[in-house]
């Protein structure tokens, strides 16, 4: 399925450096933010109570986090759970702070404002190893996610794909990372699932693009690798349209109804996707041609049979 055809191949490669440098700052200011700012873990990693309550009535999540602060926990996280009933309040582990007191405390304060009284749903309490021990299970999906996916595209193209492949895809996780890092937003265990999808979705597009490649070096004897791939990239463009373009549909609708639950998740996923796009086609594809791939890498020359000697 086409939604349009463009009749001459647009010359990408002839611009393939001047991506490569946005590409290359791009990542440095993402390396830059993430070392000097950090990450806002969430509860998750950092440790904390998380408790849940439900009112008859939605409340006014503005009057929740006021009356919090006013009793000395300006650092609770209070949004919507599931619904406008139900709200879910984050406190990280403070020295100050009786863990098994925290609940009760907070019930307290909730009591204490004016509407409809709260019902305790549920009390987690987080520690603080637990945490350090998300944090790195997190690092090492990404790093085997990262492993899988080069070890993959070797067995299925060459050295020169996985690798290319490998730094677009690590791309895509910096930028993604290097905005929470710069705006602060808080990194959470469904941020980091977001993540992991945008590795595989991002990663998803290469192959296609790689397989494109691949086909017109078989077929198209007359192209250069430099016209090969500009072919190859535009003759999926439509593809790319449809696919991405529905799928960001999807996604901005979460990040726009979806309340305050979904937004990091979606936020994370809707950059992931537009720099997904951007990698697949403008990182990937010149590394792969200055990587040195070449159609002699899968065209076998055919051997002139040698006449037999009567």
């Not at 609940?103 to 520690?127: K, Y």
């Not at 463009?237 to 979806?258: A, E, K, P, Q």
Request: proline residues 4%; negative net charge.
């Amino acid at each position: 399925m086409e939604f349009f055809r463009i009749k001459n191949d647009i010359p990408f490669m002839r611009h393939a450096l001047k991506f490569n440098i946005i590409s290359l700052v791009t990542f440095a200011l993402a390396v830059i933010f993430i070392a000097m700012r950090g990450l806002n873990l969430s509860v998750e990693f950092t440790g904390g109570t998380l408790v849940e309550v439900s009112y008859p009535q939605p409340p006014r999540v503005e009057d929740i986090r006021q009356a919090l602060s006013d009793a000395g926990y300006s650092d609770a996280q209070v949004q919507n759970f599931g619904s406008a009933r139900d709200i879910l309040v984050r406190l990280p582990n403070r020295d100050d702070l009786e863990a098994d007191r925290v609940s009760e405390n907070v019930m307290a304060t909730l009591s204490s404002i004016d509407g409809p009284e709260p019902e305790l749903r549920r009390v987690e309490f987080v520690g603080p190893q637990i945490g350090k021990e998300l944090a790195a299970d997190g690092g090492m999906a990404l790093l085997f996610v990262m492993v899988g996916m080069m070890a993959y595209l070797a067995m299925r193209f060459e050295w020169r794909f996985a690798l290319a492949a490998s730094i677009a895809n690590l791309h895509d996780v910096l930028i993604i990372i290097g905005f929470f890092a710069f705006f602060q937003w808080e990194f959470s265990l469904p941020v980091l699932a977001a993540v992991l999808a945008v590795l595989g979705y991002s990663v998803n597009e290469t192959v296609v693009i790689f397989d494109r490649v691949r086909e017109t070096f078989r077929k198209r004897r007359g192209l250069s690798t430099t016209e090969v791939i500009d072919h190859a990239i535009t003759r999926t463009m439509s593809r790319t349209v449809i696919t991405h373009g529905s799928t960001l549909m999807v996604v901005l609708s979460m990040l726009i109804f979806g309340g305050e639950t979904l937004h990091y998740f979606a936020l994370a996923l809707t950059i992931g996707i537009i720099f997904g796009i951007y990698s697949s086609v403008l990182v990937s594809s010149p590394l792969v041609m200055w990587f040195g791939v070449s159609r002699e890498q899968f065209v076998k020359p055919k051997k002139d049979k040698e006449e037999a000697v009567v």
